[in-house]
């Protein structure tokens, strides 16, 4: 039997790499599937490589009032959801000196402040039991320079995982982060980096990498399958870092 037979699981920013392909595994392990993203474009794309039956939603991760409609066009499609992945996030990353009060709170509204009142919004209809997965970062952990903001949301991310994994077990609501390390995706491509300054970045990072290479999306979506399974009901307010060593050894 499929590991998310009979499971409705929404995946924010599932448009592309790691959310994209959790998303395929997800459809593959029988799960009902719908995804967000902020470019109608970009979700109609999506929607031909993964096929008719998901949900393609158009919303602003960093949006709060955008996270309680979206909830609410959950709630009038899906009887309940078992498994909330939430994927989408900035990955901008500036030397300290150049950040600004704007682009600083556009990040947090989106890697932390939409996800909170995500799960929020949609509280009501999530099942018991239920999945909740935050995607964390290895960034959290390491001291990676230019990723000030970006770090410290993640950190934030992670934080709320434990706390909320606290109030919300009584309700049957498992929640846990998960933290991908550098990952060969087109985030990469989105740092907001000039472009010699973003190839030292990569080079920096992958050699920081223990296993010599990038992380594959398929890695970090099987990752989010196990979380999101029965397999997982014993796992609680975890952290699982699928980042190649980077922040243990």
Aim: proline fraction near 5%; hydrophobic fraction near 40%.
């Amino acid at each position: 039997m499929p590991r998310l037979q009979d499971k409705y699981a929404l995946i924010t920013g599932g448009t592309s790499g790691i959310g994209l392909e959790t998303a395929r595994q997800f459809l593959a392990e029988g799960a009902t599937v719908a995804i967000t993203g902020r470019s109608q474009t970009a979700l109609s794309a999506a929607g031909r490589e993964l096929g008719d039956s998901v949900l393609l939603l158009q919303s602003d991760a960093g949006d709060i009032a955008g996270q309680r409609t979206l909830a609410q066009r959950i709630a009038q499609q899906w009887p309940r959801l078992d498994v909330l992945y939430v994927n989408a996030g900035d990955v901008t990353h500036r030397p300290l000196q150049e950040w600004d009060e704007s682009a600083y709170d556009r990040l947090m509204d989106i890697n932390l402040k939409g996800p909170f009142f995500l799960v929020q919004s949609l509280l009501p209809l999530l099942a018991n039991p239920s999945s909740v997965i935050l995607c964390g970062s290895v960034s959290a952990h390491i001291g990676l320079p230019q990723s000030s903001a970006y770090a410290a949301s993640k950190a934030g991310l992670l934080s709320l995982a434990r706390t909320l994994s606290g109030e919300l077990l009584a309700r049957g609501i498992r929640v846990n982060g998960l933290s991908p390390g550098p990952t060969e995706t087109a985030a990469l491509g989105k740092l907001g980096l000039p472009p010699e300054e973003q190839d030292a970045l990569r080079d920096q990072i992958r050699k920081r990498v223990p296993l010599g290479r990038l992380g594959r999306p398929w890695e970090l979506a099987k990752a989010a399958v196990f979380l999101a399974s029965d397999e997982a009901s014993f796992v609680v307010g975890a952290e699982l870092q699928v980042d190649g060593g980077v922040g243990r050894l």
